[in-house]
């Protein structure tokens, strides 16, 4: 535990610029050349291209808006621990809106690819016929601009929000990002659901779990809170956020291991009223990803998902030094990859595994987007919101 300190001691802290567009330029240049090879197989393999291209949006789609979720929750529940990480997860949920772009090429390009009812005739199949009301084209898009502005919006004004305190300090800020979080709670939750609803599970439009929505939210969650564990690490490292110590590993590592537990419970619950209820319509999922080749990585994903993760975030000193816990946390990251490309993929190779350039292509043309624009926002504004009133708590915390 740290000496009690006065958060009217600590001094604003602004990233480099220098460095944060050197970042940022690099970033941009990945993007770029995952945009260039991902294009290539628009035009060479367009149904590659669109499942690779589905895999590496929805894996930054989910942790963006897992950074979102953690946002509101410090709102609404008034914490003061993750005052001080507060802002790095206000850059991350702050490229929600530019995502809405990477999802054009599929609407324009690859819909009757991926969502197999896009071009099917009314009166071909009578469970489509049924489903209509919800699966037809005009329905779908307006769907997908209300996710964007939803979530978008909510992640904009919450960051405009924290940025203007720092300069006037008001209370009145706090008790605007305080509405508006419990606002966007409910709004979060729904456009998460639909969204993996819409473009996951309507992959195969006969396949349905009431449990899809809080599956991917589990996920989401882990992985982004991983990835915020990964970032506060290298800015400390860099000689920024000295305030941040052990305490807030700690807590940052229990929510890790939380949602650990959380995505493990979910998913056997899942497997297990799927199996147990043995109805082809629902079983289907599962007899394709537990074939072949596929069959192994989805074994890896249950011990590197949960059994790996578990055992290490037990320990509380796992959970209290960064080199170990970032070490837990990229894996975590690398296992919510491997969750959204089992999730995806076997919708087109069905027999086994056939990995392509273009499923690397496509996680780095919309990962190298969302980072470059992270280096910029982290460059813009203060490393941490200088004038919240509880950055005391979390300079000062103890748990």
Same mark, same amino acid.
């Given at each position: ?95 929600? %809106? ?34 209509? %009301? ?38 009145? =800020? ?174 087109? =190779? ?38 919240? %009133? ?10």
């Amino acid at each position: 535990m740290s000496h009690p300190t006065d958060s009217s001691t600590l001094t604003a802290e602004n990233f480099e610029p220098t460095i944060g567009r050197k970042w940022s330029s690099i970033c941009f240049g990945l993007s770029a050349l995952g945009i260039l090879v991902s294009a290539i197989g628009l035009f060479n393999s367009r149904e590659q291209f669109a499942f690779s291209w589905l895999f590496g949006f929805f894996v930054i789609f989910a942790i963006s808006v897992g950074a979102l979720f953690w946002t509101i929750l410090h709102h609404a529940t008034d914490s003061e621990w993750s005052v001080l990480v507060r802002r790095q997860m206000e850059n991350i949920a702050g490229g929600i %809106p530019m995502l809405s772009l990477f999802f054009l090429p599929l609407l324009v390009f690859c819909a009757p690819i991926l969502w197999k009812w896009w071009n099917i005739a009314p009166g071909v199949d009578p469970l489509l016929d049924s489903k209509t %009301p919800f699966l037809n084209h005009t329905f779908f898009i307006i769907r997908y601009v209300v996710y964007f502005a939803g979530l978008g919006g909510v992640a904009l004004v919450l960051r405009n929000r924290s940025i203007a305190q720092d300069t006037d300090g008001a209370s009145s =800020h706090t008790h605007a990002m305080r509405t508006a979080a419990i606002a966007g709670l409910p709004i979060l939750g729904v456009c998460l659901t639909f969204a993996a609803v819409d473009w996951l599970m309507g992959l195969d439009y006969h396949w349905f779990s009431t449990m899809w929505g809080v599956y991917i939210f589990a996920g989401a969650l882990g992985s982004s809170m991983a990835l915020l564990v990964l970032i506060i690490t290298g800015l400390k490292n860099a000689g920024y956020l000295k305030a941040v110590n052990s305490e807030h590993y700690h807590i940052m590592g229990k929510f890790m291991l939380t949602f650990t537990v959380f995505w493990a419970y979910i998913g056997y619950s899942q497997y297990m009223l799927i199996w147990y209820a043995n109805i082809p319509e629902e079983t289907i999922y599962f007899k394709v990803r537990n074939t072949e080749s596929w069959h192994l990585l989805s074994t890896i994903l249950v011990i590197g998902r949960f059994f790996i993760p578990f055992a290490l975030l037990l320990f509380q000193f796992v959970k209290k030094n960064p080199r170990i816990i970032c070490s837990v946390a990229g894996w975590m990251i690398l296992m919510e990859i491997l969750d959204i490309y089992v999730i995806v993929l076997p919708s087109l =190779h069905q027999t086994g595994i056939s990995p392509s350039i273009y499923d690397l292509a496509s996680l780095v043309a919309v990962g190298g987007a969302a980072g470059g624009l992270y280096f910029r926002r982290l460059a813009s504004s203060n490393t941490f919101p200088i004038r919240d %009133p509880r950055l005391v708590g979390s300079v000062n915390l103890h748990n």
